[in-house]
């Protein structure tokens, strides 16, 4: 499905044409990335398709945009340079632009995201928590997003937000590939939150939401065979289809410890239908009904309904020192599998700094993924599980260059089919940003 955008253009237009004062934005920027990963498609130990590599990654970009008294637009392109130095077949250009403008009016105020994604499966299934792939296939992931939103301020302590979001992902899958994890999909979010400023430390809200989700992969074979001496072409087309609409309802509340230590909570609970489609259409070349051989359509269809919690928890705390956090989730969210995933997230970050150029840091992450496929008849539970620790230091060469060395250790889990896979990765980045920012007033 693809996003129509011609709207984006004149809604920009009309968010910026009572402003007299512009800034225009132009800001370059480098990175390079050199990664040895002894497990890139993290298989299990004994696997036969197992990978080590250097991967250089090579990303020029650029940001253009303008800011003025009351609204602002950036668009950022960044074009990542993938090579594997030991598996060739891995290598992919990616593109990613991303568009983000914000307006600030008296009593309101808007945003709109946009991004258009072309980004390797191999290369995201590490961080996508949506994308669970353990094949070394590489397959071409294209990610179109659009988020509006507006907030009105009722009073100085009310305000009532309203959000829209829309995903769409696809897959370029090759001929013959047939699987369930390159399932192409569409996901729309439509929330309200209402917000009241208790205190100047301390805030409430309440959240309530509405999503669609729809995944859909058809995987067509041919098949010649004879039948007493008659040559036969048989084509067999099977789709597999999964339609989900959930409801989502929260509260939760924010509080300043003091002006370098915030706490975030909220809970609540969804209600999720699903329908799911798995049909097979059979064709011959010539069909001969005297013989049996007939052309054939069958079609099993099947629903379900699943409630479960989602919540989020956030502690952040910064100063002279660096910074740190804790954070844990859980939530719905749409992904590639056929089906969407229920994930529980904790994670821990911390930046210390050396001296004024140097800096060191941590940051472990666990995720658990839970979903369920009812296709065909049959419930296939597939959980895993994702543990990542992170060591790395940086250190400012200057305010326009820095380095960063990091380790990373990852293991997933798949507890029904008791498989590990454990991946080590070293890397070195180089990042460049000339101080350049604005050129025209």
């Not at 946009?114 to 792939?133: K, M, R």
């Not at 370098?260 to 798995?278: E, H, I, P, V, W």
Request: charged share 15%; aromatic share 12%.
């Amino acid at each position: 499905m693809k996003i129509k955008t011609e709207f984006l253009l004149p809604a920009m237009v009309l968010f910026s044409s009572h402003c007299q004062a512009l800034d225009w934005l132009f800001q370059p920027y480098f990175n390079a990335n050199e990664r040895y990963a002894d497990n890139v498609t993290m298989q299990q130990a004994n696997s036969v398709n197992l990978i080590s590599s250097m991967i250089t990654t090579l990303s020029p970009g650029v940001m253009l945009g303008y800011q003025a008294e009351n609204n602002d637009l950036k668009t950022r392109f960044t074009w990542n340079e993938l090579i594997y130095h030991n598996a060739s077949d891995l290598d992919f250009s990616e593109k990613l632009l991303d568009v983000n403008h914000q307006y600030q009016g008296e009593r309101f105020k808007t945003s709109l995201l946009a991004s258009y994604h072309e980004q390797s499966s191999i290369n995201t299934q590490l961080v996508d928590p949506t994308l669970n792939i353990t094949g070394q296939t590489l397959v071409p992931r294209f990610t179109r997003s659009i988020a509006p939103s507006i907030s009105f301020f009722l009073t100085e302590k009310n305000s009532l937000q309203f959000d829209y979001s829309y995903q769409d992902v696809t897959f370029d899958k090759p001929a013959g590939l047939q699987s369930l994890q390159y399932s192409d999909y569409t996901s729309q979010q439509f929330s309200t939150t209402l917000t009241h400023a208790y205190s100047e430390r301390l805030s409430f809200n309440l959240v309530g939401a509405y999503s669609l989700f729809d995944s859909s992969t058809s995987f067509p074979s041919e098949n010649s065979f004879q039948f007493f001496g008659i040559p036969i072409n048989q084509s067999v087309n099977t789709n597999y289809d999964q339609k989900s609409n959930t409801f989502f309802y929260q509260g939760g509340l924010q509080y300043a410890f003091d002006e370098l230590t915030q706490l975030s909570l909220s809970a609540g609970m969804r209600n999720t239908d699903n329908k799911t489609k798995y049909g097979q259409t059979v064709t011959y070349d010539p069909e001969i009904p005297a013989l049996g051989i007939i052309n054939s359509t069958g079609e099993n269809n099947l629903s379900s309904k699943a409630s479960g919690h989602v919540f989020s928890a956030s502690l952040n705390r910064k100063g002279e020192w660096g910074n740190a956090s804790l954070n844990a989730g859980q939530q719905l969210n749409p992904s590639s599998s056929g089906s969407q995933q229920q994930t529980t997230t904790v994670s821990a970050q911390a930046n210390y700094n050396i001296t004024e150029r140097w800096t060191t840091g941590l940051n472990a992450n666990y995720r658990l993924s839970e979903y369920t496929s009812v296709f065909n008849a049959v419930n296939t539970v597939n959980n895993s599980t994702y543990t990542t620790v992170s060591p790395n230091i940086r250190w400012r060469w200057t305010p326009e260059m820095n380095f960063q060395l990091s380790y990373t250790y990852a293991q997933r889990d798949y507890t029904s089919r008791e498989q590990t896979a454990t991946g080590n990765n070293v890397q070195l980045q180089f990042s460049y940003q000339p101080q350049i920012n604005r050129l025209v007033k």
